[in-house]
Structures are given as structure tokens and as C-alpha cells.
């Protein structure tokens, strides 16, 4: 009963380190979501995949990248971090992007990252 | 373009207490809605969500909300609140066309009492 599982939890990161934030499902869902929640911002889209071997830009792509490893895992890497991407990231999964009600989205706990 | 406002940011309440967070949608299609709640250092969680049909609708944890399509608003209710009620709760919109994304509101924060 794992739903969407994120790793890590946590993470600090010096300006300029590189890192990869990782997310699977476990409930055989076609698509995947990553988002960032800052104070008094809600969450923002940063990229999605609405299917396997598919990937598009969300609200606030830029300095990230992402990859969909299989139908269970969506990667999201920051290649070059900055201290305004400090953020708690979330990892999300729909039955299928836009689809209606199969659109509904279940999320993943978080990883809290902070960039010094 | 669709767009969700939580008109409060923090409501505080004494426990047993009624609550109302409110959330005013904009969009020019139709549109499902949604309430999720987060919990301190969690992730977010369904709490309840309109599709179609009846306009109140009913989630977990005695929750209630209420589409109102004339004033645009879909309201989350609790007629007596707990202490474990504490937490962050979103309101979320996507309109009901097939290329459609989760638009969220900035959140409310509510804080239970003794």
C-alpha cells in the first residue's frame, strides 16, 4: 500500500552541486507530476509526463530536468542547484494526464531540500 | 486559463468549533474541484472532490464541501472541529476538457485549539 514514494526526504545542497530527486508509484498509473511548494505559493507544476517516453514543462521548468525511467519511476534533476530552489518538492500520479476523472492525483510525502 | 483563490490564509478556531475555509475557482469551462489537506512534514491528501452530480460533497474526517457554479466557489466545511484537524488544506481546480492540469490555490492554514 506504498502509493507514491519519494526519496530522500531531505537534502542540503551547496550552490552548485547537482542531485536527482527520485519518485515511483506503485499503483500501475500512466502519469507523473512534479511539483514545488514555497511559502504562500501553493503548489507549481515544474514538469509531467503524461505518459511513458513522454515529458512537458510545467509553470516553472527552468533550471531543472527530468526523466521517465519506466511507468513507475520519474526522476527529476537539478543539474546546477541555486538557493531559490529551496523548496519542498512533491511527486504526484494520475491514472492519466487530463483524462477527467482519471486525472485525479496522489502525491508522495516530499523531499525537503535547502541550497546554502 | 483557469485560476483558484483561498481568500484566507491562516484560520484559527477553538476546538468543537464550526469551520468554513473558503475557495473561489476561475475558469471558463467546466471544471472538476478538489480539497486536498497536508499535515505537518506530509505529503497531500485527498479529502474530497467534485465531479459531477450532487453540488455537496462529502470526504473523509467529516468534511463537507459545496460547488456553488453561480458564485463560483466551492467552500470546505466542518461542523465541530478537532485538535488533529490542524493542518494546511488546498483547493484545487481542472477544468473537465482532455488536456487539463491541477491548478492549486495558495493554501489555508488552519489551526485547532483548545
Known amino acids: 500500500n506504498a502509493g507514491v514514494t519519494q526519496t530522500p526526504k531531505f537534502q542540503v545542497l551547496k550552490t552548485g552541486q547537482s542531485m536527482t530527486l527520485q519518485c515511483a508509484q506503485d499503483?500501475?498509473?500512466?502519469?507523473m507530476y512534479w511539483y514545488r511548494q514555497d511559502p504562500g505559493m501553493g503548489l507549481r507544476l515544474i514538469y509531467y509526463?503524461?505518459?511513458?517516453?513522454?515529458?512537458d514543462k510545467g509553470e516553472v521548468p527552468n533550471g531543472y530536468n527530468v526523466s521517465r525511467l519506466n511507468k513507475r519511476e520519474f526522476s527529476l534533476r537539478l543539474e546546477s542547484a541555486a538557493p531559490s530552489q529551496t523548496s519542498v518538492y512533491f511527486c504526484?500520479?494520475?491514472?492519466?494526464?487530463?483524462?477527467?476523472?482519471?486525472?485525479?492525483?496522489?502525491f508522495g510525502a516530499g523531499t525537503r531540500l535547502s541550497v546554502l | 486559463a483557469q485560476s483558484v483563490t483561498q481568500l484566507d490564509s491562516q484560520v484559527p478556531v477553538f476546538e468543537e468549533a464550526p469551520v468554513e475555509l473558503r475557495c473561489n475557482y476561475s475558469?471558463?469551462?467546466?471544471?472538476?474541484l478538489f480539497w486536498y489537506v497536508q499535515y505537518p512534514n506530509q505529503g497531500l491528501q485527498l479529502l474530497l472532490k467534485?465531479?459531477?452530480?450532487?453540488?455537496l460533497v462529502k470526504g473523509i474526517n467529516g468534511f463537507e464541501a459545496e460547488f456553488n457554479k453561480s458564485q463560483t466557489s466551492f467552500h470546505l466545511r466542518k461542523p465541530s472541529v478537532h485538535i488533529s484537524d490542524t493542518a494546511e488544506y488546498f483547493c484545487?481546480?481542472?477544468?473537465?476538457?482532455?488536456?487539463?492540469?491541477?491548478?492549486f490555490g495558495t493554501g489555508t492554514r488552519l489551526q485547532v485549539t483548545l
Open positions: 475558469s471558463s469551462v467546466s471544471v472538476y
Open positions: 499503483m500501475n498509473h500512466n502519469s
Open positions: 504526484a500520479s494520475s491514472e492519466a494526464y487530463g483524462r477527467g476523472t482519471r486525472n485525479i492525483q496522489y
Open positions: 467534485y465531479l459531477s452530480g450532487s453540488t
Open positions: 509526463s503524461a505518459s511513458e517516453g513522454t515529458t
Open positions: 484545487a481546480v481542472s477544468n473537465t476538457g482532455t488536456a487539463s492540469k491541477l491548478t
